[in-house]
């Protein structure tokens, strides 16, 4: 039987800055650590290197959209409402 765990990451109204803040510190914080991950890969360590690095390039095309939908006119001066959850099955 599947165990499931739901937890809320982020939940709340933001203006569009403090939206960017949030949001691309979580994505670079992600980058950083598949960036490690590659690091490791090229010092000898176990790992698949070309799924990595297709993470890498997948979270960096994601903040780039983020950046364009939060640097859009029609976004100043907006308050934001942002969910995220994670989920962890085991």
Do not use: C, W
Not at 30 to 35: L, P
Not at 76 to 84: A, D, P, S, V
């Amino acid at each position: 039987m599947e165990n499931i765990n739901h937890f809320t990451l982020i939940q709340g109204k933001f203006t569009v800055e403090d939206a960017k803040s949030i949001l691309f510190n979580f994505y670079n914080t992600k980058i950083n650590f598949h960036n490690l991950q590659l690091l490791g890969i090229h010092e000898g360590r176990p790992g698949d290197a070309t799924e990595i690095e297709q993470k890498v390039l997948e979270l960096k095309l994601t903040r780039q959209e983020i950046t364009a939908l939060l640097s859009a006119p029609d976004f100043t001066n907006q308050e934001l409402t942002i969910e995220g959850h994670i989920i962890i099955k085991r």
